[in-house]
């Protein structure tokens, strides 16, 4: 007599809403995180009105930028313990403070707000969305993660052609200032899906290799929360000599850079290892290298509707490339990168040029980055560290961008020639990263592939498979 076969049991309604309404959730916190970040390029030239406002207002960034992480370090250690409602709850709250006070900032206590706000409301939205995932089946992960991941590389150049046409010498423009109606939906929706997760979510299950993490986790985030105070203890003393203050800045960077390359060999597992020098390399690099590219071209409004919808066709495009793409997304898509850093160092002037350079580095660039994050699995603590380091480079990255363009060309890019000198140094140095992690990647990808084929298979005995050798995981859970 034949076994009977296991039927699944059916998902309650609310659980169901629950799965459905995640990716959606995830996206929109994706947006609204990267909105509350501040805009390097407004930054850049509104340096002059900022340091009236506070002369300090660097070291409240560097505050700003360590609350983030450690906001993010603590939603994703505790994310088996209290689950992804309270951060996503608690970020989106602080997202309407923030940006509501940056709409027009005219005194320090605000500005300070405002930064110490949104730092709180980039790492609580980020890393809730990742704690996201532990509570949901492989395929809804799958499409929440990649969600998530999406609009992280798209969302720059967009700021940028919002902002662009802003006057300089005000800070109302530090922030984007999307329509109070708009923010109060995405709000609501949010804060509405947080307070239903908490409700019937499933008990998360701690891991039980999470100790086997923990050398690589904390040094991730010594090291992120090290360069974010030094950038807080700079930004707090003006009074240092510039002969000192340029080396240090350049030193600094250096170091950390350096710093978070060597914590690579710490991660335990290849496919972990290969996700975090992707992740890192794409989220360091590219947002500021897009948004001079876009910055430097102007804002012509009447093209710059249909730009946009082109930059939006870009990363639709590069989220189906590394939603079914295999690991080779990562090495190749770095080796395009390179490419499009070639073209984006000419910074064209013409919006259609730009697009030509800036297009190509949106889609490879968000291959990369959703192919990264879907190879180290949904929920386990590969996929915590991932989500760390996402955090640690989109903030640092843009913290670090500015100074370190102050310190190789000797002044802070407000407009013409600086912007375009600006512009081709961070174009430089995506060149430079990419094609280094290009090489990693590829070194990283062809080891796994070795190690996958070394495996013994004996009669009757399935073979191990190595995570992230096979391509994504495809559930079979959907309904």
Same mark, same amino acid.
């Given at each position: 007599?034949?076994?009977?076969?296991?039927?699944?049991?059916?998902?309650?309604?609310?659980?169901?809403?629950?799965?459905?309404?995640?990716?959606?959730?995830?996206?929109?916190?994706?947006?609204?995180?990267?909105?509350?970040?501040?805009?390097?390029?407004?930054?850049?030239?509104?340096?002059?009105?900022?340091?009236?406002?506070?002369?300090?207002?660097?070291?409240?960034?560097?505050?700003?930028?360590?609350?983030?992480?450690?906001?993010?370090?603590?939603?994703?250690?505790?994310?088996?313990?209290?689950?992804?409602?309270?951060?996503?709850?608690?970020?989106?709250?602080?997202?309407?403070?923030?940006?509501?006070?940056?709409?027009?900032?005219?005194?320090?206590?605000? &500005?300070?707000?405002?930064?110490?706000?949104?730092?709180?409301?980039?790492?609580?939205?980020?890393?809730?969305?990742?704690?996201?995932?532990?509570?949901?089946?492989?395929?809804?992960?799958?499409?929440?993660?990649?969600?998530?991941?999406?609009?992280?590389? @798209?969302? +720059?150049?967009?700021?940028?052609?919002?902002?662009?046409? $802003?006057?300089?010498?005000?800070?109302?423009?530090?922030?984007?200032?999307?329509?109070?109606?708009?923010?109060?939906?995405?709000?609501?929706?949010?804060? *509405?899906?947080?307070?239903?997760?908490?409700?019937?979510?499933?008990?998360?299950?701690?891991?039980?290799?999470?100790?086997?993490?923990?050398?690589?986790?904390?040094?991730?985030?010594? &090291?992120?929360?090290?360069?974010?105070?030094?950038?807080?203890?700079?930004?707090?003393?003006?009074?240092?000599? &510039?002969?000192?203050? $340029?080396?240090?800045?350049?030193?600094?960077?250096?170091?950390?850079?350096?710093?978070?390359?060597?914590?690579? #060999?710490?991660?335990?597992? *290849?496919?972990?290892?290969?996700?975090?020098?992707?992740?890192?390399?794409?989220? +360091? @690099?590219?947002?500021?290298?897009?948004?001079?590219?876009?910055?430097?071209?102007?804002?012509? #409004?009447?093209?710059?509707?249909?730009?946009?919808?082109?930059?939006?066709?870009?990363?639709?495009?590069?989220?189906?490339?590394?939603? $079914?793409?295999?690991?080779?997304?990562?090495?190749?898509?770095?080796?395009?990168?390179?490419?499009?850093?070639?073209?984006?160092?000419?910074?064209?002037?013409?919006?259609?040029?730009?697009?030509?350079?800036? /297009?190509?580095?949106?889609?490879?660039?968000?291959?990369?980055?959703?192919?990264?994050? $879907?190879?180290?699995?949904?929920?386990?603590?590969?996929?915590?560290?991932?989500?760390?380091?996402? @955090?640690?480079?989109?903030?640092?990255?843009?913290?670090?961008?500015?100074?370190?363009?102050?310190?190789?060309?000797?002044?802070?890019?407000?407009?013409?020639?600086?912007?375009?000198?600006?512009?081709?140094?961070?174009? /430089?140095?995506?060149?430079?990263?990419?094609?280094?992690?290009?090489?990693?990647?590829?070194?990283? =990808?062809?080891?796994?592939? =070795?190690?996958?084929? =070394?495996?013994?298979?004996?009669?009757?005995?399935?073979?191990?498979?190595?995570?992230?050798?096979?391509?994504?995981?495809?559930?079979?859970?959907?309904?």
């Amino acid at each position: 007599m034949a076994e009977a076969q296991a039927v699944p049991a059916p998902v309650d309604p609310v659980e169901r809403t629950r799965r459905w309404l995640a990716p959606p959730v995830a996206l929109l916190a994706s947006v609204l995180a990267a909105t509350c970040m501040l805009n390097v390029v407004a930054v850049a030239r509104w340096t002059t009105a900022l340091t009236e406002l506070d002369a300090h207002f660097v070291g409240w960034v560097g505050v700003g930028a360590l609350g983030a992480v450690a906001t993010a370090a603590v939603a994703l250690a505790s994310g088996d313990r209290v689950g992804s409602g309270p951060f996503l709850s608690l970020g989106a709250v602080a997202a309407v403070f923030g940006l509501s006070l940056g709409h027009h900032v005219s005194g320090s206590a605000e &500005l300070t707000a405002v930064i110490l706000v949104c730092g709180l409301s980039v790492g609580a939205l980020l890393a809730g969305a990742v704690a996201v995932v532990s509570t949901l089946p492989a395929a809804w992960a799958a499409l929440t993660l990649t969600a998530w991941a999406g609009p992280l590389v @798209v969302v +720059w150049p967009l700021l940028a052609t919002a902002l662009a046409g $802003r006057a300089a010498g005000s800070v109302s423009g530090l922030l984007a200032h999307p329509q109070t109606s708009l923010l109060a939906v995405v709000a609501v929706l949010i804060v *509405s899906w947080s307070l239903l997760t908490m409700l019937v979510e499933p008990v998360p299950v701690p891991d039980p290799t999470w100790a086997s993490w923990q050398a690589s986790w904390w040094a991730l985030l010594l &090291l992120a929360s090290g360069a974010a105070l030094v950038t807080a203890v700079l930004g707090f003393s003006p009074q240092l000599s &510039l002969v000192w203050l $340029r080396p240090i800045v350049v030193t600094a960077t250096a170091a950390v850079v350096a710093g978070w390359m060597l914590t690579a #060999k710490l991660v335990p597992e *290849s496919s972990a290892r290969l996700s975090y020098i992707a992740v890192s390399a794409v989220s +360091w @690099v590219v947002p500021a290298t897009a948004m001079f590219a876009v910055s430097v071209a102007g804002a012509d #409004k009447g093209v710059a509707g249909t730009i946009t919808v082109l930059f939006l066709v870009a990363a639709v495009c590069g989220v189906a490339i590394g939603y $079914r793409g295999s690991t080779a997304v990562i090495p190749v898509g770095f080796a395009l990168m390179v490419v499009a850093g070639c073209g984006i160092w000419v910074m064209p002037t013409g919006q259609w040029v730009m697009l030509a350079s800036v /297009g190509p580095l949106v889609v490879v660039g968000t291959a990369v980055l959703v192919s990264a994050v $879907r190879i180290v699995g949904y929920g386990g603590p590969a996929s915590r560290l991932v989500g760390l380091a996402i @955090v640690g480079s989109l903030v640092l990255g843009q913290v670090v961008a500015i100074p370190l363009d102050w310190a190789m060309l000797g002044d802070v890019p407000s407009s013409g020639r600086e912007m375009i000198a600006s512009g081709r140094l961070d174009a /430089g140095l995506t060149v430079a990263v990419a094609s280094l992690a290009a090489s990693w990647t590829w070194v990283v =990808r062809r080891r796994l592939q =070795r190690a996958a084929m =070394r495996v013994p298979r004996w009669p009757g005995v399935a073979a191990p498979q190595v995570v992230g050798t096979d391509g994504p995981v495809v559930g079979t859970d959907l309904p």
